[in-house]
């Protein structure tokens, strides 16, 4: 299992950045995906899930309206759509099969730092 992210980066308050997770896992449309993200002090919160076909979303309270997860089968991508973020959005965002949060780390993306700052 190998999960290749990019996106992410540092944006003012109120903006949005996308992030990108290319997966060689196969067969990858089986697999219910999702993005997590760690926080400097706080323990990694699941924030957004999608089901193998895309047929279902799922996201925690605080980005609900502002995020989008989504996916190409075709392409073997998940894409996680962020905008309106604030400071709190601060943190390391890991992409990941569902299966493997909380506890198969190791199976996790490499991780892409985001920053929101004025």
């Known amino acids: 299992v190998q999960l290749v992210q990019s996106g992410g980066g540092m944006v003012q308050p109120g903006g949005s950045l996308r992030l990108f997770c290319a997966a060689s896992v196969f067969p990858y449309s089986v697999y219910d995906m999702c993005w997590v993200r760690h926080a400097p002090g706080k323990s990694p919160e699941w924030v957004s899930g999608i089901t193998p076909g895309g047929d279902a979303t799922y996201y925690t309270y605080s980005v609900q309206g502002r995020f989008t997860i989504s996916r190409d089968n075709h392409n073997n991508t998940l894409y996680l759509q962020m905008n309106n973020l604030t400071p709190e959005d601060t943190a390391l965002y890991y992409c990941?099969?569902?299966?493997?949060?909380?506890?198969?780390?190791?199976?996790w993306g490499q991780g892409t730092q985001v920053t929101v700052s004025s």
């Open positions: 990941a099969r569902s299966r493997d949060y909380p506890s198969g780390r190791s199976y």
